[in-house]
């Protein structure tokens, strides 16, 4: 028998990258793609919420390599979310039917609703969607960071981290053909062997609360269904 239980309520968090389809701006293939397997989890009674990344638009660091100063290209960061949350909202509502709400920790009254967390739960406890939008809101954090924190507030049993690979590998796959994929490893390996799962922050959150991580790639059709429904996929981080 999988040990893994399917799980009620989770976190999924999605790289903007992937948004982008290589390139800046949304890529709208891309968005239907992971707009329809959310539909399809949704519609089998579990709660998501999510929390998407901005790498399709602008990174805080890489401006500030190029002479911005960090909290206001960390700012533009943040707000480069918000767009990919508003296309998966789209996606999600007109495609799908699935109702939807997108939470900003910057507040945009006319855009999106502010984050309450109360109020996130009420929504994932009547089959909303609810999006994460902006991070936590604050420069020198990540939407990792987001994702961890936002998990952990709004009672997820996971976080469920997509990728462009497979999981948690013994290396770096792209550089090093003999890398193996973990099913399954603790959080103290993770950092003893100075693994990348996400980054610092985020993670040792994780890892102080007790929060299971899977690391899943999300170019494989279905697969965050079967994460759900706790099959085994990509790599299981837990205490
Ligand atoms: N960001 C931030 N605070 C947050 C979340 C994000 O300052 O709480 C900024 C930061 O500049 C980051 C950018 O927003 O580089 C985009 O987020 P991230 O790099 O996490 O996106 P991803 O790599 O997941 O696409």
Redesign the pocket.
């Known amino acids: 028998t999988d040990p893994r239980p399917g799980f009620r309520r989770v976190l999924l968090?999605?790289?903007?990258?992937m948004f982008g389809g290589g390139a800046v701006g949304v890529d709208p293939e891309v968005v239907e793609t992971v707009a329809r397997q959310i539909a399809e989890v949704v519609s089998s009674g579990a709660q998501v919420a999510v929390v998407?990344?901005?790498?399709?638009?602008?990174?805080?660091?890489?401006l500030q390599d190029r002479g911005m100063e960090r909290s206001r290209?960390?700012?533009?960061?943040?707000l480069?979310?918000v767009m990919n949350c508003l296309a998966l909202q789209d996606f999600l509502e007109r495609e799908h039917h699935i109702d939807t709400r997108v939470q900003t920790?910057i507040t945009m009254g006319q855009v999106a609703e502010a984050y309450i967390p109360r109020r996130a739960i009420r929504h994932l406890e009547k089959g909303r969607v609810v999006i994460f939008g902006?991070?936590?809101?604050?420069?020198?954090?990540?939407?990792?960071?987001?994702g961890a924190q936002r998990a952990l507030e709004i009672g997820a049993e996971a976080l469920l981290l997509a990728k462009g690979v497979d999981g948690v590998f013994t290396a770096d796959p792209k550089t090093d053909p003999g890398a193996k994929l973990y099913e399954e490893i603790t959080h103290r390996e993770v950092l003893e062997q100075g693994l990348k799962v996400a980054d610092a922050t985020a993670f040792s959150l994780c890892m102080d609360n007790r929060m299971p991580i899977i690391v899943f790639n999300l170019l494989v059709e279905g697969n965050i269904a079967r994460a759900v429904r706790g099959e085994r996929i990509g790599t299981l981080v837990s205490t």
């Open positions: 968090k999605l790289g903007g990258e998407i990344g901005g790498g399709n638009f602008f990174r805080g660091a890489e290209a960390d700012y533009m960061g943040m480069g979310t920790a902006a991070g936590v809101g604050m420069p020198y954090f990540s939407t990792d960071t987001a």
